[in-house]
Every structure is written in structure tokens, then in C-alpha cells.
T-cell receptor, first 114, second 114 residues
Framework: DSGVTQTPKHLITATGQRVTLRCSPR?????VYWYQQSLDQGLQFLIH???????AKGNILERFSAQQFPDLHSELNLSSLELGDSALYFC?????????????FGEGSRLTVL | AQTVTQSQPEMSVQEAETVTLSCTYD???????LFWYKQPPSRQMILVIR??????QNATENRFSVNFQKAAKSFSLKISDSQLGDTAMYFC???????????FGTGTRLQVTL
């Protein structure tokens, strides 16, 4: 158990809909990262938040948005969903204090868009 | 931009044998971190081993070791005494420490057979 909690584990929805994925980082971790993994592909970096502030943005679509709340949990919002958005979405966290760059991953949220 | 290349999409090894997975990367940074993550069928991302670029000694974790060649920008993973539980996707990942994200390779699918 990495200590990172993601909900829901599975989600099936239709094109055009909007979903919210939630992540609770490890206790004490200030950084939250979101990654997308399409079928049998590598992990694509979406966005990084540190203590409530956006720190880096990757190839995140404009239809996607994220935020990190004062209690440090994060939400990834996906709107106007398309078939190609079907993927496994990972949240990861770390302390981000420069000593260890290891990311601790949640179990992922599998999104299926029909 | 940093890139990570894993040139072996699939590999197979017999139980108890040794296998080496390749990874190369490209960066102009001098200080950075390298990782190997394992993704078993459960889809959980699990850290296997970590290497800091400023350390000349190759990292070792039980049956897992790396061959870090900084000048060649190479970071291979050696798995000794392979076990059935090692069957998984293996991802090489890179972090400069300032890029605020891990960059992953496309992965190598390892199958351990009897």
C-alpha cells in the first residue's frame, strides 16, 4: 500500500459527459502529480501541484482541469469526454523537498468512455 | 526536452535466469535521478530501484541492480534469479529534480516462464 488513495477505481461513462477523479496523497506529502496511461502505453504527465499551487503542466487537454485543495487532496476534472480519453489515470505524490524524487502511486482510476 | 527510450518492447526469461532491460535517456542536465518502476497485471506502479546521477556506484536492491553509464546516458536494469512474480511491465523514468515531473519510457513487457 503506497498510502495514495484514488477514487473511483473504475468509471464508465458516455461521450460528452464530465467526470471527476479524486486523489488523497500520502500523509505529509505536499506534491500531487497526475498521469494518464492509455492502453499498453507509457505514462504521460498531465499536471503537478505543490501545496495548492500548479507547478508544472504537461500535455493536458483544455477539456481537463485539476486543482489541489487546502487539505492537499486533488481532483482531476475531465469534461466533454471522447472515446480517446479512455485510459488509466494515476495520481502520485511525494514530499518534493529535493531529497528523493521517488513518486508514490495510487492504484489508478480506470475510465472507460463509451 | 528530456527523453527516455526503452528499445525492447517485450522480453522473455526463464525462471532463475538473469535478464537485462535497456534504457537510454537524453538530457543536458548534470544532476538528475533515474528510476525503474514495475507495473504488474494489477496495474499498480511499484518502484524497483533508484539511482542518483552524482553517485558513481551502481544501485542494488536484492535481485535487482543497475548498470549506470553516465557518459553513454544508459541505465539498464538487471534482474537476477528471475521469479514468476517478476512478470510485469517495466518502465524506466527520469527526473532532473527541477523539471517537477518524472518522464517515463514506453516500457518493456517482461514475461518470466517456467
Amino acid at each position: 500500500d503506497s498510502g495514495v488513495t484514488q477514487t473511483p477505481k473504475h468509471l464508465i461513462t458516455a461521450t460528452g459527459q464530465r467526470v471527476t477523479l479524486r486523489c488523497s496523497p500520502r500523509s505529509g506529502d505536499l506534491s500531487v502529480y497526475w498521469y494518464q496511461q492509455s492502453l499498453d502505453q507509457g505514462l504521460q504527465f498531465l499536471i503537478h501541484y505543490y501545496n495548492g499551487e500548479e507547478r508544472a503542466k504537461g500535455n493536458i487537454l483544455e477539456r481537463f482541469s485539476a486543482q489541489q485543495f487546502p487539505d492537499l487532496h486533488s481532483e482531476l476534472n475531465l469534461s466533454s469526454l471522447e472515446l480517446g480519453d479512455s485510459a488509466l489515470y494515476f495520481c502520485a505524490s511525494n514530499a518534493n523537498e529535493g531529497h528523493s524524487r521517488e513518486l508514490f502511486f495510487g492504484e489508478g482510476s480506470r475510465l472507460t468512455v463509451l | 526536452a528530456q527523453t527516455v527510450t526503452q528499445s525492447q518492447p517485450e522480453m522473455s526469461v526463464q525462471e532463475a535466469e538473469t535478464v537485462t532491460l535497456s534504457c537510454t535517456y537524453d538530457t543536458s542536465e548534470n544532476n538528475y535521478y533515474l528510476f525503474w518502476y514495475k507495473q504488474p497485471p494489477s496495474r499498480q506502479m511499484i518502484l524497483v530501484i533508484r539511482q542518483e546521477a552524482y553517485k558513481q556506484q551502481n544501485a542494488t536492491e536484492n535481485r535487482f541492480s543497475v548498470n549506470f553509464q553516465k557518459a553513454a546516458k544508459s541505465f539498464s536494469l538487471k534482474i537476477s534469479d528471475s521469479q514468476l512474480g517478476d512478470t510485469a511491465m517495466y518502465f524506466c523514468a527520469f527526473d532532473t529534480g527541477t523539471a517537477s515531473k518524472l518522464t517515463f519510457g514506453t516500457g518493456t513487457r517482461l514475461q518470466v516462464t517456467l
